[in-house]
């Protein structure tokens, strides 16, 4: 018996840049009514002037509160969206599909997983029909029915659901919710992509579970050499599992680096926000006195801004215990925070290049803490 087994990407350096994406810009244009049409167009400022590199080997997090921008900057990567301006290159060469042959090749590299594994899967097919229509559409199907079943079997076995023949006749709702996304991640890996952009994909799992799920995609990006793109709401999940965090508000990208030093040392008073918003462990396994006076707060009230008008100047000038009167007006540039990290801020207090510990910690006022961003889901828990 012949088979074809799933074969094993050509190894590259970890560090390879696979996707980039360079002044990403979507501008989602306003409904209007009748009595509207001698107004001017309006527009939702989703994403602006995002910059993103993928690399090979490692997890990207893009982590914000809801309505940041997060999906819509998958979206456009993954060419579902068709963007307002920027340029996206797939290993070096620019690329813009819009369906037919060439968006197909594209998402032979480039697949997505979604939040919800029960809505990503269709309820009348069982796990068999998924990989398999999976399998034939990127043409890795094999010869023969001996073949497909191999890769069938294959495609299981790397997201952990063995043995395979449990699985391959079982209806979506015959599985569980983490099985599911486990089927739904097989059905991506079917295509044998570089990229896995994965939207939240553990927040609609039972707490119990996720942890789980995040270990097979790290396993997976490692044995598969994937970049993959983690977005949520939960900045202690990117610490755990992303080598490298952007945050974003507001449509804008406000800080990035490595994910030890943005979750460690955050820079962005967003950034601050988040983490103070969101317990860890970690933190949180220490004496409440010896916290407060370890950690700055910066306690931030309000609501993230409309994105059809959004505000001048920086996005988060409006919530800002920190606010300057530049804020209101100049959108500040990333400043690198020279700590030999790649660490960098989009904030005008680190314009003279102060170093990421030196925000006063005690300039904020004495509100309650902004709507907690990301406290409901999409969390983590550490083992
Ligand atoms: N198709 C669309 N048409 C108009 N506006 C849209 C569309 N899709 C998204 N938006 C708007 O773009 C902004 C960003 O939405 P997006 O879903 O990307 O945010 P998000 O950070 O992923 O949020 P969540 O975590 O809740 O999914 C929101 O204001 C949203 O209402």
């Known amino acids: 018996m012949t088979t074809t087994s799933v074969p094993t990407p050509a190894a590259a350096p970890t560090t390879e840049v696979v996707l980039e994406a360079e002044g990403l810009t ?3 244009p306003v409904r209007r009514g009748v009595r509207d049409l001698f107004r001017p167009a309006l527009h939702v ?4 002037d995002v910059h993103i590199t993928l690399r090979r080997g490692r997890v990207t997090a893009l982590v914000g509160e809801s309505g940041s921008g997060k999906s819509t900057v998958a979206r456009l ?5 068709r963007r307002t301006a920027g340029d996206i290159r797939l290993r070096g060469e620019s690329v813009t599909v819009r369906g037919g042959r060439r968006f197909r090749a594209y998402c032979r590299q480039v697949q997505m997983i979604f939040q919800d594994p029960f809505a990503s899967l269709n309820p009348v097919h069982t796990v068999r029909y998924h990989l398999t229509r999976a399998l034939r559409i990127h043409g ?3 010869k023969t029915a001996a073949d497909l079943e191999a890769n069938l079997h294959d495609l299981l076995g790397r997201v952990q659901l063995t043995p395979p023949e449990r699985y ?3 209806f979506p709702h015959e599985l569980s919710g983490g099985q599911r996304q486990r089927v739904a991640i097989a059905r991506a890996l079917g295509a044998d992509p570089q990229v896995l952009l994965a939207d939240e994909p553990v927040s609609m799992l039972d707490v119990s579970i996720r942890l789980g799920v995040l270990n097979l995609l790290r396993d997976l990006k490692e044995r598969l050499n994937l970049g993959i793109l983690y977005i949520t709401h939960d900045i202690a999940s990117a610490r755990y599992f992303a080598d490298e965090t952007l945050v974003m508000y507001a449509g804008r990208m406000v800080e990035g680096g490595d994910s030890e030093t943005v979750t460690q040392r955050p820079a962005h008073p967003y950034t601050r926000l988040l983490i103070e918003s969101a317990p860890d462990p970690d933190r949180l396994q220490g004496d409440a ?3 407060a006076e370890t950690t700055p707060v910066d306690r931030a009230g309000g609501e993230p801004p409309s994105l059809i008008r ?3 100047g920086c996005r988060f000038n409006p919530r800002c215990v920190h606010v300057m009167p530049k804020c209101r007006t100049d959108l500040p540039p990333r400043f690198d925070l020279a700590d030999g990290t790649g660490h960098w801020a989009a904030c005008w207090l680190y314009e003279n290049g102060a170093p990421a510990t030196d925000v006063a910690p005690g300039s ?3 509100g309650d803490a902004a709507p907690a961003a990301g406290t409901d889901n999409g969390r983590v828990v550490k083992p």
Do not use: N, S, T
């Open 26 to 28: 979507k501008h989602f």
């Open 45 to 48: 400022h989703a994403v602006d």
């Open 77 to 81: 990567l993954a060419q579902l969206f």
């Open 140 to 142: 890795r199907a094999g």
């Open 168 to 170: 391959l006749d079982k």
């Open 289 to 291: 006195h010896e916290l």
């Open 310 to 312: 959004p505000p001048a």
């Open 364 to 366: 904020a006022d004495d």
